[in-house]
């Protein structure tokens, strides 16, 4: 083999040799590219988690915020609804007081009315019975007497024996009837006996004078 070939030979193998080096380099290098590449791609994936992660947490906060603040919100419109339906009820309270106060007041006004009527009443019919009373007494009184002349009535009206308004005005018109006329007679006793009255059995006469029996 000549030296050209050796020659040849050497290079062809120098050849074969740099290839090899420079496959396996160049596998190596796109390892290292590849995991170069890899290696930003976790980190721009971890980056885009982490962003991720901290937008959704500020989100939650945002969210938070603003239920926090729909929730006061609420809480202040109820409390003021709460507010103004107290108010409403204090006043629907003070009205019905009022008016149970001024029923209070118009029942006892009534009932003091009612009692002092009932007592007038009662006045009224105690001063009816008394006049009756008098009226009864005093028919009685002329029916014992049973007989009077003018002179002996007027007397008697003039001693105040009888009441007025009761039986003075009777025994006056009496005597005013038995002075007219001569010989007239008047006759003073109760309704119920008149019968009796006129039968000389009751009742008190008024004459010029007394007859003689």
Do not use: C, W
């Not at 050849?15 to 390892?31: A, E, H, N, T, W």
């Not at 107290?86 to 007041?105: A, G, H, N, P, T």
């Amino acid at each position: 083999m000549t030296l050209r070939e050796i020659i040849g030979l050497v290079i062809i193998v120098v050849l074969i040799i740099f290839s090899i080096v420079m496959y396996f380099l160049g596998i190596r290098q796109r390892k290292i590219v590849a995991d170069k590449e890899i290696r930003s791609e976790e980190s721009e994936a971890k980056k885009l988690v982490l962003q991720g992660e901290k937008n959704a947490e500020e989100r939650k906060r945002e969210i938070l915020i603003e239920a926090k603040e729909e929730i006061h919100k609420s809480r202040i419109e109820m409390e003021r609804d709460l507010k103004e339906r107290r108010k409403e009820i204090q006043r629907m309270e003070s009205r019905v007081i009022q008016k149970e106060e001024s029923l209070d007041k118009k029942i006892a006004s009534m009932e003091s009315k009612e009692e002092v009527l009932n007592k007038k009443m009662s006045d009224i019919d105690s001063k009816q019975r008394d006049i009756e009373q008098i009226h009864q007494d005093k028919l009685t009184e002329l029916e014992r007497i049973s007989a009077l002349t003018v002179e002996e009535a007027q007397a008697l009206i003039k001693e105040g024996h009888f009441a007025p308004g009761s039986m003075l005005p009777k025994v006056e018109a009496a005597v005013e009837f038995a002075s007219s006329r001569q010989n007239r007679r008047a006759l003073i006793t109760l309704l119920e006996k008149a019968r009796d009255a006129l039968d000389g059995k009751t009742g008190t006469i008024i004459e010029a004078q007394k007859s003689e029996h």
